[in-house]
């Protein structure tokens, strides 16, 4: 049995901050009170640091099995534990993809050997697998991916018959990636034509634009009406597509939520001419103007979930000219100090940061006994220093792939611990060797 105190902290949980301690018990948080002495436990004083639940990230790829040498689940769960991120959602294109259940379980598996984060993994549908969605347990896994759109691992479903079989089939959360195929290939055609296969990255945004992302992301919430199907758009990236979503109602009545990424949030069209193919994601980074609608949407509620979309490729891969660069770029590692940087900034709170990133994600997919600090909860924790400044550079980046779009970029905040299942599994620059991860439980 190993217990921790946790002294002094300035909690940050379900829209408070208060001065208390945090007792754990072995993978539990036993007790939450303003004066706690306890002689058998660990003492961990956290005078002028805040303490956050460990952040939920509900969309990573971390490239295993087929793609390690892009990242894989251990190398890349230790860069998430470093950024305070506890928990994580990796996506199915992988290769091979994750699309039986017999591969969702080698998954499970695989995590459960090398992972240093709790971990689920999506179900990945397609267009011939719907007896296997059939046959999967409401509990087993996170949810549905749907890509609607192509991007790597290519797992495109794009016959509307079977979509709405597997609208109509699941009762699970059903997370897509809304871009309209026959828009993006058109618009690829038209620079293909003018700049062959080196189109100036500055037209991704052009090609993958704001009218691809909208019809497909109109198209599949206009399906969840008719079949009242439960859908997670990911990764909004048009100030266009907020206006479909809606936040008269508390999260955990909505049948239709949305998530917004860190680089949606951070970069806009301008950065395309210093970041280059680094900053090429699907979808798109878009205008300044997008930008702000999206912070908007995430502050009036009409998007519920801040995620990364961490997906690592080699430098030697993003420098390839524009058609054959890879879409994606790592950022589990740095995204809660990019969003602490806003906070400083006055764009958001640090409340409304813990309801994004912890509890909502939590919420949504109704995790169990996570994405809050609760007693007789799970102990996945986060201390951080609003203070303390450090600028990202190669040395310190824990990526597999070796680098981040934000080298260079020097942050207010740093984490200095992160608790997983109450084991102290980062330090002040230290990630321990021990292993403590959970495979999600869910209550639905």
Known sequence: MSRQLIKNAKIVNENKIFESDVLIN????????????????????????????????????????????????????RAAIA???????????????????????EKFAMATNTSYANYSFPFGGTNDNLEEIKRLDKNACSGIKLF??????????????????????????????????GTIQRNLAQYKEQYGENIPVQYHPSIRSEEACYLSSSKAIALAKKTGARLHVFHLSTGKETQLFRNDIPLKEKKITAEVCIHHLWFSDTDYKDKGTLIKWNPAVKTAMDRK???????????????????PHTLQEKNNVYTKAPSGGPLVQHALPAILEKYKEGSISLERVVEKMCHNPAILF???????????????????????????????????CGWSPFEGSTFSSKISHTFVNGHLAYENGKLSAKRNARRLTFER
């Open 366 to 400: 109704q995790i169990e006994r996570r994405g809050f600090v609760r007693e007789g909860y799970f102990a996945d924790l986060v201390l951080v220093n609003l203070n303390n400044p450090w600028t990202v550079s190669k040395d310190t980046i824990l990526y597999k």
């Open 83 to 105: 950024g305070g991120i506890t928990t994580f959602m990796e996506q199915p294109n992988t290769n091979p993809q994750t699309v039986t259940i017999e591969r969702l379980e």
């Open 26 to 77: 072995d993978d539990l948080i036993l007790k939450i009170d303003r004066d706690i002495t306890d002689v058998n436990a660990d003492v961990l004083d956290a005078q002028g640091s805040y303490l956050l639940p460990g952040i939920i990230d509900d969309q990573v790829h971390f490239r295993e099995p087929g793609l390690t040498h892009k990242g894989d689940i251990a190398s890349e769960s």
């Open 148 to 181: 609607l759109g192509s991007s790597t691992g290519n797992m495109l479903v794009d016959n509307d018959a079977v979509i709405e079989k597997i609208f109509r089939n699941t009762e699970m959360v059903i997370s897509a990636h809304c871009e309209d195929e």
């Open 293 to 311: 609608q999206l912070w908007e949407a995430l502050l009036d509620d009409r998007i519920d979930v801040i995620a990364t979309d961490h997906a």
